[in-house]
């Protein structure tokens, strides 16, 4: 099982503060896995998703394989929406 928690605006926008799924092997790569949470995909997609601060495990995907970066199982993924200000 992967968990996936989302944080700030992000929950207020989805409805879901965390969603586990199962991966059905033993690796995926982040972007296969947003394929099972398409409003997450959407979302993402329409902001940028350089725009987000995606943690697996505590380290920033984009320090890894960015969107390539493989998921396992056990796995947890925090994903943060753009901090605004003023």
């Keep these: 099982m992967v968990e996936v928690r989302v944080y700030l ?3 207020e926008k989805l409805g879901w503060k965390s969603k586990t799924l199962s991966l059905g092997r033993n690796k995926v790569k982040f972007s296969e896995l947003l394929d099972e949470l398409k ?3 959407g979302i993402l997609e329409d902001f940028g998703y350089e725009n987000f601060m995606i943690l697996l495990n505590g380290r920033n995907i984009r320090l890894l ?3 390539d970066t ?3 199982e056990g796995d947890s ?3 943060f929406p753009p901090a605004g200000g003023g």
Excluded: S
Aim: charged share 45%.
């Design 39 to 41: 409003d997450l995909k």
């Design 70 to 72: 493989e998921v396992e």
């Design 77 to 79: 993924i925090d994903i």
């Design 9 to 11: 605006t992000l929950r």
């Design 65 to 67: 394989d960015w969107l």
